[in-house]
């Protein structure tokens, strides 16, 4: 079963414009990890947001997350070519001791 | 050490052959998880092991799929007569036992079933 959902599955935009992806889980986290996918490849992680931050910030990556609302966005800022991928965000049940638990992901393109 | 490796990085077989993938994780990590993909979806967890002890397998793990890591370094996923809907990337990952739980992911084997 799916614990995260990305919102929305699919996003075109223009190099240089930003890109907000959005994901939505069901039960109480220890933290809440987004990962990035190119095309046949495996996994990249991204960055992780622990349950009592509500802001973090890596280079053009920024992460929010709401536990009220169980929910969670990444925003990547003057995006690049070099972004198109899909991205998930993973939660893990049961704590940091987890299995990690992937969404559908959201596939990007950024068009040159 | 180069990350994860994963081997074969493509696997097409005949429906009812055996096939057997093999992951090699970071050396230091004590944790190797095996996920399978499917096109346009997020990984779906299958197992995965504390050293040597397989401590977690999925419900989506029949009778036909096992794994193994003997001596606590690499692992492997056999699938028995595989079904034309095996057909997925298998993916590995692993991570050390203490911090937080970050995997690092092999490339995938992809997996076809004719």
């Known amino acids: 079963s799916q614990q995260g959902e990305e919102d929305p599955q699919a996003l075109s935009i223009q190099e240089g414009e930003n890109a907000t992806m959005n994901c939505s889980y069901k039960t109480s986290i220890n933290n809440l990890q987004w990962y990035r996918q190119n095309s046949g490849r495996g996994l990249v992680h991204l960055i992780l947001i622990r349950s009592n931050e509500r802001e973090k910030h890596s280079g053009r990556l920024r992460v929010t997350l709401d536990t009220s609302k169980k929910s969670s966005s990444l925003l990547i800022t003057a995006s690049r070519a070099a972004d198109t991928a899909s991205y998930f965000c993973a939660t893990a049940l049961g704590g940091s001791q987890g299995n990690l638990i992937f969404g559908k992901g959201t596939k990007l393109s950024v068009k040159p | 050490d180069t990350g994860v490796s994963q081997d074969p990085r493509h696997k097409i077989t005949k429906r009812g052959q055996n096939v057997t993938f093999r992951c090699d994780p970071i050396?230091?990590?004590?944790?190797l998880y095996w996920y399978r993909q499917t096109l346009g979806q997020g990984p779906e967890f299958l197992t995965y092991?504390?050293?040597?002890?397989?401590?977690?397998k999925s419900r989506l793990l029949s009778d036909r799929f096992s794994a193994e890591r003997p001596k606590g370094s690499f692992s492997t996923l056999e699938i028995q007569r595989t079904e034309q809907g095996d057909s997925a990337m298998y993916l590995c990952?692993?991570?050390?036992?203490?911090?937080?739980?970050?995997?690092?992911f092999g490339a995938g084997s992809r997996l076809t079933v004719l």
């Open positions: 092991f504390q050293n040597e002890a397989q401590l977690e």
């Open positions: 050396s230091e990590h004590n944790r």
């Open positions: 990952a692993s991570r050390n036992n203490s911090g937080a739980n970050v995997l690092t």
